[in-house]
């Protein structure tokens, strides 16, 4: 689907959950023949890229870079596979790199018991036990070669009119949003989601120092934007700024 002109989220990425599947929003730039993905989805998702890149009409070898937010299995799990379909070079922060390419061991991740009852406000704690093993399972990734390792952000990027790179840690110490002036929209990964009609920071029991992760959600609100995605939850279209902003103040 294409929300704005030049930026496109991938249809029929799903990841698992405690209430079953839920989409998750793998983003394209498409500018100038050329096509740059941010996030890779999880693991399995190179298929349902793939199959998008191919029904706008471009070829695999478009895709030129894979951005990586944050190095979370959801985000990172399709991208050995994707990189082996496209041959794209692959950019992620420093910090967060080593866990891509597994040089670093991931750190252990359990689903808290109250974003488990969110989704199942019944479940017994056999059933939870279940979620958590599933979602245990789920954390593998095949590692992927990282080509580039951004710096303390500001990195620009000369697709749609420009996007900037932000580093936005405390979600992970290397957390990215990507800023594109030219198009009034803040991609914020996981740092801010627009979920059940309002606007929420990090998921909590996933965010690793939430004190960084207030401090970055101030700095993005200073930033000007009518329209935000984040990985999770749905497409902002109107006074995100403004939603950011009020959610920054607390």
């Known amino acids: 689907m294409e929300i704005l002109p030049g930026v496109h989220l991938v249809d029929n990425v799903v990841m698992p959950g ?27 998702a190179e298929k349902a890229i793939g199959d998008y890149v191919g029904g706008i009409g471009y070829p695999l070898t478009a895709v030129r870079r894979i951005i990586i937010t944050h190095h979370h299995v959801d985000h990172t799990g399709g ?20 866990f891509i390419d597994g040089s670093v061991p991931r750190p252990v991740l359990e689903m808290p018991e109250e974003r488990i009852r969110a989704f199942l406000p019944a479940a017994t704690a056999e059933e939870i036990a ?25 990195e620009e990027l000369s697709v749609l009119g420009g996007c900037r790179i932000l580093h936005t840690p405390g979600h992970t110490p290397g957390h990215i949003c990507l800023y594109l002036p030219s198009r009034s929209l803040l991609i914020s ?5 627009y979920e059940q009609g309002r606007v929420a920071g990090p998921p909590p029991g996933f965010t690793e120092n939430p004190a960084e992760a207030a401090a970055s959600l101030r700095l993005v609100a ?11 939850g749905a497409f902002l279209p109107a006074e995100a700024g403004r939603l950011v902003g009020e959610l920054a103040a607390g």
């Open 18 to 44: 405690p209430g079953g599947v839920n989409p998750v929003n793998v983003g394209l730039l498409v500018d100038g023949g050329t096509i740059t993905v941010i996030d890779a989805g999880p693991p399995g």
């Open 79 to 98: 991208l050995a596979g994707l990189v082996e379909l496209t041959g794209a070079e692959v950019w992620a922060h420093a910090a967060d790199a080593g």
């Open 189 to 193: 990964g996981d740092l801010v989601r």
């Open 222 to 232: 200073g930033l000007a934007f009518e329209h935000l995605y984040g990985y999770h």
């Open 130 to 154: 279940v979620v958590r093993a599933r979602m245990k399972e789920f954390m593998r990734a095949r590692p992927a070669k990282v080509d580039l390792r951004l710096g303390g952000g500001g």
